[in-house]
């Protein structure tokens, strides 16, 4: 191959410096950023999403799909296009700054006093752009039970049509560069990537994938396997019980499919870095802290109009929705800002009152996780085996160049769900003889629990350091069902800020510690079946069974109240539910009930907690949502005011 003479090399440099400059530009989406008064003249917009989160992403693209539509997207956060956010393995760096609510719980009571960290994504795509991206729907059942509490359309049946719309599936056995296969030349475990077709999508926005997997975690998969667990082929198919990988909303290139990137990326929205003939326009407002939904009484109608937002520079704004006001700030967002506009059990102190709904921010649930760390073998195959310092040349060149891995993995990278009477039978023959058993789950086939497989050391979000250079891996057994319920409340008004206040009142039931405790007795003995592995070894190293003893049930379950974290699952504080539900906040068409044009649609409006990873169910609720939201204003060419006038 010939040389290149220096003016040829900085041609050619200058020329791909160019290219690369202009295919930037050409992803920018200039109706992104902070509001601005010399250009956003438009007040005006036929709906209005408050919260750019993992659902409104999804419902201003949806909206938009109608060239005739304009949607006005109100987002505290910033943009999700940072690396920390699109490079999986980085996702606990995002905890604790400025892409993160950085909430906390008020202290819980029944917890050892404990203030709980409450992680929710701040920047556009919400928690679906800082979480574990872990793709998991939950059982069959659980949606079958939305419906019978009397939310008809919600069944099982209906839901798989919206998840399977959703999904753009990533076929694992097609070759590298075919449209619905992988990008990347990542090592394929075909025992592990099985699926059954009928369950999955392939043309929706949202890639679901495989990616990483340590060997470490091929031997818990083992361990469970020989501890009795069914292996499970797709935990999305027509059982979620069983043990396996888990599937991911990673792209085919490796990086994260937020529901930002999916449903808003330049590809959707964008030709050329102008917007996207045939679609409707979107504007995404950085920066833009909502003050509440301004709602005004027509003709004895209570009728939501707008919301009012505070801009990037403190400034106070009000914009006007001719058809609905769509609230998506998540299970903390969205009952607060009810409660600051006057909606909620009771008036407020300093807030004028609007309309009484006694459910708004009750019925809190979350799903919450308790660790036991190992020591792994020198030999086994973790993370640690992959990094390091001199390492990291090959690491970044394996992500940027390959999508290649360690830093593909979104870190749990394999669960097993199951049912108590399957791993603790004494512990439920106990319960029930002692007349102290709950079983909340939806049916047979709806798991209690969950064991999560970390190739690491994880406590605390991250937050405790790997106490040293050795190899280690975690199990985290998660309480799908619990008994406790919380509520969220807000603020008096302090300094012209309002707080949210989180409590999720963990523990106050009993049953849930006891739950929690018998998950550390069976992860002891998968622990001691992955010691005989190779690929795994495992001594557990923290808490230490003879600081903890299984025979101990006090100590048992003070480090299940120490040691326990939320793994960002809050859900049902603005439930759906029937007229007859006093607690119910939406029907079954998620309309805020007494409030016109108002309808909340986010993980907030679940009737109960799913036994699942609930970013999958907030995107499947977005997607029945804007169905419903275009089947209501159905005729696009009517007179706004005329449909408004008819839905009055």
């Given at each position: 191959?010939?040389?290149?003479n220096k003016?040829?090399?900085g041609?050619?440099a200058?020329?791909?410096a ?7 530009r050409?992803?920018?989406?200039p109706?992104?950023?902070p509001?601005?008064?010399?250009v956003?003249?438009?007040?005006h917009y ?13 419902l201003a693209?949806?909206?938009t799909?109608?060239p005739?539509?304009?949607v006005?997207?109100l987002?505290a956060?910033?943009?999700?296009d940072i690396s ?17 609510w950085?909430l906390?719980s008020v ?5 050892l006093?404990r203030?709980?960290?409450q992680p ?8 679906s752009?800082?979480?574990a ?5 939950g059982?069959?059942s659980d949606?079958d ?9 919600w069944?099982y ?6 998840f ?8 694992p ?6 449209p ?11 025992q592990?990537?099985?699926f059954?077709?009928e ?18 975690t091929e ?5 469970n396997?020989?501890?009795?667990r ?8 027509s ?7 888990i ?6 290139n490796a990086?994260r499919?937020s529901?930002?990137r999916?449903?808003?990326?330049p590809?959707?929205l ?6 996207k003939?045939?679609r409707?326009r979107?504007r ?16 004895g109608?209570?009728v939501?109009?707008?919301a009012?937002f ?5 400034e106070?704004?009000q ?6 006001v769509?609230?998506?700030a998540?299970?903390f ?17 300093t ?5 009484t ?12 996780g ?9 030999t ?5 085996a ?12 394996d ?12 870190g ?13 039978p ?12 709950q ?6 086939q ?12 994880y ?12 190899r280690?891996?975690t ?11 919380g509520?969220?409340?807000?603020s ?7 707080e949210t206040?989180?409590?999720?009142n ?5 049953f ?8 550390i007795?069976y ?6 079946q992955?010691r005989?592995d ?10 230490g069974?003879?600081?903890v003893?299984n025979?101990?049930d ?5 480090y ?16 759906m539910g ?5 607690l ?5 068409r ?25 970013c ?9 949502a804007?169905d419903m ?6 005729d ?9 006038l008819?839905?009055?």
């Amino acid at each position: 191959m010939p040389k290149l003479n220096k003016t040829t090399a900085g041609v050619v440099a200058l020329g791909v410096a160019g290219a690369a400059y202009i295919n930037q530009r050409q992803k920018q989406d200039p109706n992104r950023g902070p509001w601005d008064p010399s250009v956003d003249l438009q007040t005006h917009y036929d709906y209005i999403v408050l919260g750019g989160g993992t659902a409104g992403c999804v419902l201003a693209s949806r909206l938009t799909e109608n060239p005739n539509v304009n949607v006005l997207v109100l987002e505290a956060g910033y943009s999700d296009d940072i690396s920390a956010s699109k490079t999986p393995a980085l996702l606990s760096t995002l905890y604790r700054t400025d892409a993160d609510w950085n909430l906390r719980s008020v202290p819980q009571t029944h917890a050892l006093g404990r203030v709980m960290d409450q992680p929710r994504g701040k920047l556009l795509g919400g928690c679906s752009s800082i979480n574990a991206m872990m793709y998991h729907r939950g059982p069959a059942s659980d949606y079958d039970e939305w419906e019978a509490l009397g939310n008809p359309g919600w069944n099982y049946k209906e839901c798989l049509h919206y998840f399977k719309k959703a999904e753009g599936f990533n076929d694992p056995s097609l070759p590298v560069g075919h449209p619905r296969g992988p990008l990347t030349n990542r090592i394929r475990k075909p025992q592990y990537e099985e699926f059954e077709p009928e369950f999955h999508g392939t043309d929706g926005p949202w890639q679901i994938s495989y990616h990483h997997m340590c060997g470490s975690t091929e031997g818990f998969v083992r361990a469970n396997v020989a501890l009795g667990r069914p292996f499970n082929k797709d935990f999305n198919g027509s059982s979620t019980i069983g043990v396996n990988r888990i599937q991911t909303f990673i792209q085919r290139n490796a990086v994260r499919s937020s529901s930002a990137r999916a449903y808003l990326g330049p590809d959707q929205l964008l030709q050329n870095g102008k917007p996207k003939p045939g679609r409707g326009r979107v504007r995404v407002v950085y920066g833009a802290h909502i003050v509440r939904v301004l709602v005004q009484e027509r003709r004895g109608v209570k009728v939501a109009i707008g919301a009012e937002f505070l801009d990037s520079k403190h400034e106070m704004h009000q914009v006007m929705a001719v058809k609905e006001v769509l609230l998506c700030a998540g299970a903390f967002g969205s009952p607060h800002i009810l409660m600051a506009s006057g909606i909620g059990p009771s008036p407020h102190p300093t807030i004028p009152h609007i309309h009484t709904l006694q459910g708004v921010g009750r019925n809190l649930a979350d799903h919450l996780g308790v660790p036991i760390n190992f020591r792994a073998s020198p030999t086994s195959h973790v993370f640690a085996a992959e990094r390091g310092f001199f390492k990291t040349p090959k690491i970044l060149y394996d992500y940027k160049v390959k999508g290649t891995g360690v830093l593909t993995s979104q870190g749990a990278e394999s669960a097993c769900f199951a049912r108590l009477e399957d791993i603790a039978p004494e512990f439920v023959a106990r319960e029930k003889a002692n007349g102290t058993w709950q079983d909340r789950s939806s049916g047979p086939q709806s798991p209690h629990i969950e064991i999560l497989f970390v190739p690491g050391y994880y406590r605390h979000h991250n937050k405790v350091p790997v106490p040293d250079g050795k190899r280690y891996f975690t199990l985290v057994g998660l309480l799908l069902n619990p008994v406790s319920s919380g509520k969220v409340t807000i603020s008096d008004v302090k300094d012209g800020k309002i707080e949210t206040l989180i409590d999720p009142n963990f523990f106050e039931d009993e049953f849930d510690t006891r739950v929690m405790a018998e998950m550390i007795r069976y992860m002891r003995r998968l622990g001691e079946q992955m010691r005989q592995d190779p690929a795994c070894g495992g001594i557990e190293v923290y808490p230490g069974i003879d600081k903890v003893p299984n025979d101990d049930d006090v100590k048992m379950q003070e480090y299940v109240k120490k040691e326990s974290s939320v793994y960002y699952h809050p859900t049902s504080t603005c439930r759906m539910g029937p007229p007859s539900d006093s607690l119910a906040v939406v029907d079954a068409r998620l309309n805020v009930y007494g409030i016109d044009r108002l309808r909340v649609v986010d993980a907030s409006v679940m009737p109960k907690i799913p036994a699942a990873h609930t970013c999958a169910p907030t995107i499947m609720i977005a997607e029945k949502a804007a169905d419903m939201i275009k089947e209501d204003w159905k005729d696009p060419t009517t007179d706004a005011q005329e449909t408004i006038l008819a839905k009055l």
